[in-house]
């Protein structure tokens, strides 16, 4: 299995791919390896040269078409034009920060409030689910007194140095917190969870292992933190409920739950608005990021408010452009535009269409491991054999290459880079079915 | 003196304010405590409920318009249109991620880098200005393989847990990095320098003992952080020069030198486009934030290749909104817009004007201490004795008050809370000065 920090960048466009590309691609690649150093990593072995976006769709600058199963952050659509229109509207009257008074945040904040359970009933504004999930950590370590987080073990929760040193997902160049434990993640698939009865009470104990593991090292346990459908470690999505009995376990245990909603959250999984509120728990803080402004740098931490206020009424918080009415506008859009599309509806009824259709294919291809998923959030495992479920790296990269030339960006996800992770934006359509499952069997069939 | 926690809320406002104001305004901050918990602090005992901005000025709710001489953000002007029509047509267009190849990202790149020394040659893109400086600490400590860095008293460099561990402004209640230590800023106006010399020279010596007192605890050094104009240690923009002996000394003991632009960056001080470069010193890495992009949330690092490389290569970093085509496009019309319309000419033209509008005044006046400044940055001290040269730090917070009710917007610094900041837009001119200094001396002469 490769480690993983090739998984990190396993679609990555390497300076061997050159020598393949068109000039103006190949300059282009040249250019951003000279400004922009090493860290900026381009997707494909031919990246893509995007100029336009409208609804579930991108034009490259030959104006070839694409359909997006990639991007969860214009998440009511590329461009949409009531995103456009508030933000425009908005920033041509003022764009100031949240220590004068301005109704919209406030207005904004309560709607949002009303989306999530009464119990989390305060809500603070940052630029990115980064910022947001570092905040949360100190809280939860103000609130609980401990330091120990527990994270999936292929977790990914953000830049900064705290989310960083919580995001298993960097590889072993990034250092993990001291005070931080891996768990595996539900995975119903691999998971050899009979003895348990269900996928989620047998999370729930290894939880608690681990919850152990640190007391025993002496480390105060502050929380779980988590993402619902733990994107990063393959899409887990599982059956509803399946997080009753872990949630059960840390307040059990004394700690807090942070549901890191930067991927589940904002209708995509169709069943519920948020991805912890599928399971019916209630977590005690809430993060939220990517498609909360559909592109516009604005994320959030919602918490109760006796849990944030052992942190905001000793340590001073401020964010320069948290809350800003301009970010704040497009936030508002997106929240509207869910609401009047039905995207929520569409999510949960065009997403089970989605692995209908990708069902058959299972019957045809052997190396078609596991299809999964909840809304527009699909998992495709493709594994080398059934009996040993080894991933087929090799093979699921060149799947995604082959779909790219077919017009179909997506991406990989898992430890093994072998499970295709299909999260198109909330635009996608049924009428998209076709197009993207016919790219998926061709690219899959060449590429056998 | 006060505490350093209050005086970060110097001049919020506080429950108790709530009896004194408009019914409206009282609603609005109830709910304010209600959504958005402890941490959200306003300005003013009579919060300003801001609704519209043009230029050098906004407007409240009741149509009142200010003259704002406080928000570095909107650096071009409130709603500028350059700005909003760039934005506007991009998110009409495209707003997405790095990880596809966009020609605007490496235009602004290049066009940046530009400003910039050369041996500054790569850049990244952030959201925040906490985000730039989180990374650029990360940076530091994996090339130099230290880990302490150096940090002015009262300085401040953002909200994440690694930047709020290096920004003693926050006060007592965020801990300081232990490998972290603070040297006084150059303080000309307080600080004994005369045996040195030079106030440059004094701070260089005081950064020496601390970079000797570091080792001597066994933390081996790895940069200085620095704002150039000190903005939150109380503006000590000094003579241009002044920091060339402690950038010799920083490489002298194999530091890195960290300029924090938040502040004093794109064309604020007058003299030079960066603050830095006032001095006639070459950092070896640049963070920017605030003023970048006009209120849209970005951010960025300029690095030597050779210093960002030893992070880039072993630990991934992306940043989803980092670099979208909407923030560059609103960085590329500020960029475009301070060089059509000379607004770093006007800076130090203006900036100039209204230092010697406020000159005579200390003649009139015992209680001014000291103004200074460069460009657009103005600190204006009060002082109960210029003997002593006590802060006047109660006088000081009923100054702007005052100005606020005269309809001019600004705040204090310092850790004894009695420099006035007089910050203004980019777009601020000589016209303007009169309502400055004169509501500057009314409230003064209110206070008195």
Known sequence: MPTRSTIMDANSFRAAHADSLDEVTRELTAKREALLGASYRLFYRNPVHVVRGESAYVWDADGRKYLDVY???PSVGHAHPAVVAAVSAQMARLNTHTRYLHGA??????????????????????????????????????????QGIILTSEAYHGNTELTSAHSPALG???????????????DAYRADWAAEGSVGVWFAARLQEQIDAMREDGIAF????????????????????????????????????????VQPGFARTGDAFWGFARHGVVPDIVTMGKPMGNGMPISGMAARREVLEAFSLTIPY??????????????????????????????????????????????????????????????????????????????????????????????????????LKLRPTLAFRSSDIDWLVGAFEDALAEAL
């Open 172 to 186: 072993s160049g990034q250092h993990l917190d001291a005070s931080a434990r891996l768990v595996a993640p539900p």
């Open 222 to 261: 502050a929380g779980l933190l988590i993402d619902s459908v733990f994107s990063s470690d393959g899409v887990f999505t599982g059956e509803p409920g399946l997080l009753a009995a872990a949630v059960d376990v840390v307040h059990r245990n004394s700690g807090v739950v942070i549901a890191d909603e």
């Open 318 to 419: 401020f964010n320069t452009f948290g809350g800003n009415p301009v970010s704040i506008a497009a936030a508002q859009a997106v929240l509207d535009t869910i609401r009047a599309e039905g995207l929520q509806e569409r999510a949960r009824v065009v997403g089970a269409e989605l692995r209908a259709a990708l069902a058959p294919l299972a019957d045809r291809y052997e190396v078609i491991g596991d299809v999964r998923g909840a809304g527009q959030f699909t998992g495709l495992e493709l594994v080398s054999s059934r009996v040993t479920k080894a991933p087929a790296t090799a093979l699921s990269l060149d799947v995604i290459e082959g779909m790219r030339e077919r017009g179909v960006l997506t991406s990989v996800a898992g430890p093994g880079g072998n499970i």
């Open 105 to 146: 945040v406030l207005a904004y904040a309560e709607d949002l409030l009303s989306t999530l359970p009464d119990e989390l009933d305060q809500i603070m504004f940052m630029c990115t689910g980064s910022e947001a999930n570092d905040l949360a950590i100190r809280v939860a370590r103000a609130y609980t007194g401990g």
């Open 71 to 73: 991007n969860n952050v």
